[in-house]
């Protein structure tokens, strides 16, 4: 190791300290998992598909019978598809595989931290990252962010590597960490690019120019990690693939720049939920500003301990006073910085498409800052601008806690007593320097850890505790948001009326993502919910009737059935493990199929029924809605315990 990081010299209580956080981070995020069913019954579709189909599994087809894409490269599905390839359709083969990527995550981060700054350092961080509330809703649920935040994670990790070394191999992992990001979840890896790429530039060990060449072979590792999935599936032609979900054109270089890039920033999201977009910086998705972390949605995620990480993180920098160019302890600080300031900004003002449970991707940068600026400025706390510096950093934390914690008034109101309490004392000991020695001192470091942590823990407790169903899912307890604002009325999905709960006792029965009396929650121009239809943003509850019907003769037809948008198709191919036409995709407004191209395939006799409503009826298109005012037209209706279908064989 060289310039300011000494090798880490391993303790003999590190070795049982990192197998509880390992063991016990494990053990957490399995406990309850079950009740989470199909999570997000719209990735749970395509992974049974892509269990099914290899073309599925490639091109990340919702259907079995590659109608259409989801509206994501297919990488997060991968090792999904393949777990439920080796242990059948069930929630525990969806779920277990983002476990395992979380567990991964706060292993990798503490090896990365502890690096440059010691066990304690990463230690610390891997725990904050475990405890972060949008960490344990996301390492336990199955959209793109668990693989996601892993791979950025390793290109951290590669990058300090990097900076140590000065060899170019290290640069080519970050390249390839990141173009597998893009495969994951396109744009967003693209957020740490920056950091990354500075970092290296201002403490790479080799000459600028080696630098500058070296950063670009990262560059090239990027394109061909990220480009060969791309190429295939511009260059092969349309009739040969699925359509590619999200986009207008069918087209994976509109989806990324469009649906899923700059419409994400400026609202303008061709085909989104709001046909034309939010443009400004409010509507549906939230109010934009330097605030946005902070606010009722994203406050009770994320927010706990960012205000700690700015404090410590820029107080270890300043520590560092004149160490060398190269300094490691400093690179690191910078590269985690920069994430959180890169990150948390774009987030803060983008107008498109946002929802809280995004803000994982900051968890790790506070984590890590956490981590290194702890033991940072208590390493120098015989200073005193050192000891002012933690003192400031529990009472910001303090005061954080008090303001989220209060959001929900009846969620453990004693909490923020006690957060205040032991706050108090922990500043009081940091502030004296006698409290900050010998046994003394482990109480105030005792402390300071209770009054940072207490709040997130409880909130991430009570993520394990409670089933998160639907596309928009939060963590912890409800604080009265809005849609599009940490979920329907700030809850945790698409379930009791929006408040993220099943009823109390409710059970999701075997196949179907957590049915509820009366059916599905309703969305604006959806189904009306009569037997568990599902909507523009909640899986399909089928009955046992109606899975029957869709099983009758189900190997005679390429699609057992057809719905309008992802969801409300997904939990009939769940529960039947058959395919079903997703028209129109995840909102029901992609022009897929058009309307000839569905009438020739019920001409071909290769669907068999069509189940009326979901989706936003039409959506920008009117793909969608052309296909159902054709068959209510020319077949006849029949319903079956609610759902309202048609026999397009008749």
């Not at 197998?19 to 989470?36: D, K, M, P, Q, R």
């Not at 990354?196 to 950063?215: D, E, H, K, M, W």
């Amino acid at each position: 190791m060289h310039d300011g990081a000494p090798r880490p010299v391993r303790t003999r209580w590190e070795p049982w300290a990192a197998a509880a956080l390992i063991l016990g981070t494990a053990v957490a995020y399995l406990v309850n998992l079950s009740s989470n069913g199909w999570a997000n019954s719209f990735y749970s579709a395509a992974v049974q598909a892509g269990s099914q189909s290899w073309e599925a599994f490639f091109f990340g087809s919702s259907d079995a019978a590659n109608s259409i894409t989801v509206d994501k490269p297919p990488m997060s599905l991968w090792l999904m598809e393949l777990s439920v390839r080796v242990f059948g359709l069930n929630s525990w083969a969806i779920l277990v595989p983002q476990v395992l990527l979380g567990v991964a995550s706060v292993t990798l981060l503490w090896r990365t931290v502890r690096r440059q700054w010691g066990p304690a350092a990463g230690l610390l961080a891997g725990l904050v990252l475990a405890l972060t509330p949008v960490a344990a809703l996301m390492f336990r649920f199955n959209n793109p962010d668990a693989l996601l935040v892993l791979l950025m994670i390793a290109a951290v990790w590669a990058t300090m590597r990097a900076v140590e070394t000065g060899r170019t191999r290290w640069l080519v992992v970050v390249g390839t960490m990141v173009g597998l990001g893009f495969l994951t979840k396109q744009l967003q890896v693209m957020l740490v690019v920056p950091p990354l790429a500075l970092t290296y530039l201002l403490a790479g060990r080799v000459s600028l120019r080696r630098r500058i060449l070296q950063l670009c072979a990262a560059l090239g590792a990027m394109i061909v990690s990220a480009g060969w999935w791309i190429a295939v599936v511009e260059l092969l032609p349309a009739s040969s693939r699925p359509w590619i979900g999200g986009s207008q054109n069918n087209s994976i270089l509109e989806l990324t720049l469009g649906y899923n890039g700059l419409g994400r920033l400026n609202g303008e999201e061709t085909g989104s939920v709001t046909p034309g977009g939010g443009g400004g910086g409010g509507g549906m998705w939230g109010e934009t500003g330097i605030l946005r972390m902070f606010d009722a949605s994203q406050g009770g995620q994320i927010a706990w301990l960012v205000p700690a990480a700015l404090i410590l993180g820029i107080a270890a920098i300043v520590l560092r006073g004149r160490a060398p160019r190269t300094d490691q302890r400093r690179a690191a600080l910078i590269v985690w910085g920069l994430w959180l300031l890169v990150t948390g900004l774009t987030f803060s003002f983008m107008a498109g498409i946002f929802h809280s449970y995004y803000t994982v991707a900051l968890a790790p940068a506070v984590a890590a800052l956490v981590g290194m600026g702890s033991v940072a400025l208590w390493r120098a706390r015989e200073r005193l601008v050192a000891r002012i510096a933690l003192a400031a950093t529990v009472v910001a934390t303090v005061v954080t806690s008090w303001i989220l914690l209060s959001r929900s008034a009846s969620f453990v109101p004693w909490l923020k007593v006690v957060v205040v309490l032991v706050g108090v004392l922990a500043v009081v000991g940091l502030l004296v320097p006698r409290l900050t020695r010998g046994r003394l001192a482990a109480v105030t470091v005792l402390a300071a850890v209770i009054a940072g942590l207490a709040g997130p823990t409880a909130y991430a407790a009570n993520t394990i505790a409670t089933p998160h169903q639907g596309s928009i899912v939060t963590a912890g307890p409800n604080t009265g948001g809005g849609f599009g604002r940490g979920g329907m009325d700030g809850g945790r999905g698409m379930r009791d009326g929006g408040a993220g709960r099943m009823p109390a006792g409710g059970q999701a029965p075997t196949g179907a993502p957590g049915q509820l009396p009366g059916g599905a929650a309703q969305m604006p121009g959806g189904a009306d919910g009569g037997g568990g239809m599902g909507g523009l943003l909640d899986g399909s509850t089928p009955s046992a009737e109606m899975v029957a019907l869709l099983e009758e003769n189900s190997d005679s037809y390429t699609w057992v059935a057809a719905a309008i948008g992802s969801n409300a198709a997904s939990g009939y191919q769940l529960a039947t493990e058959d395919p079903v036409m997703p028209i129109g995709g995840f909102n029901g407004s992609d022009p897929s199929p058009t309307l000839a191209e569905f009438q020739q395939y019920v001409a071909d006799g290769e669907i068999h029924w069509f189940i009326a409503g979901g989706g936003m009826g039409g959506g920008a298109s009117g793909t969608s809605a052309e296909i159902s005012e054709w068959v209510t037209a020319t077949f006849t209706a029949q319903t079956v315990d609610g759902v309202t279908l048609y026999d397009l064989t008749a």
